[in-house]
């Protein structure tokens, strides 16, 4: 038995089947040549797919249960709503020998402890003196930077 690349040849298949008692098999039929594609139809078939209204997806419905709907637009406000250094307060100033720390309390009464160069609301924090810090405000993009000097209150 003669075999080519792992194949039994012709020779080889029919000695073996010959062995066996039988005959070998007939050839395959010979294949269809393949169609050649055709270009796409430039008239439309005029057909529209139709589908039946219980095969339509349901959209789930939102229950916000007390939370804001997040499938809602926000509403945007004109201005600065956030936090404006004018509104804050300073009740303290923290030095050690390498910094000094300014306490700032705002008008909800959450406190912040700031170094310089920290930014809060509308403003950076500049510099910390002996009793007073200094900010650097930008009302609005493009205007020019204001200077706003809070100072310890005395009691």
């Known amino acids: 038995m003669r075999t080519h690349r792992g194949v039994l040849t012709s020779i080889g298949l029919a000695t073996m089947l010959g062995a066996c008692g039988s005959s070998p098999p007939p ?14 139809s430039a008239q439309p078939t005029g057909l529209v797919p139709v589908v039946p209204p219980e095969a339509s997806v349901a959209v789930p419905k939102y229950e916000p249960k007390g939370r804001r709907d997040p499938f809602e637009t ?4 004109e201005g600065a709503g956030g936090l404006t250094v004018a509104s804050t307060r300073l009740t303290g100033i923290v030095r050690s020998t390498r910094t000094a720390l300014a ?7 959450i ?8 930014t809060l609301g509308d403003g950076r924090l500049l510099e910390i003196g002996s009793d007073s810090v200094v900010f650097l405000v930008t009302a609005k993009a493009g205007a020019p930077a204001n ?3 809070l100072r310890l ?3």
């Open 27 to 40: 050839p395959p039929p010979p294949r269809p040549a393949a169609a050649p594609a055709q270009a796409p």
């Open 74 to 77: 926000l509403v945007v406000r």
């Open 103 to 109: 306490l700032i309390e705002a008008p909800d009464g």
């Open 111 to 118: 406190g912040y402890i700031l170094k310089p160069g920290d």
């Open 147 to 149: 200077r706003v000097v």
């Open 153 to 155: 209150a005395t009691n």
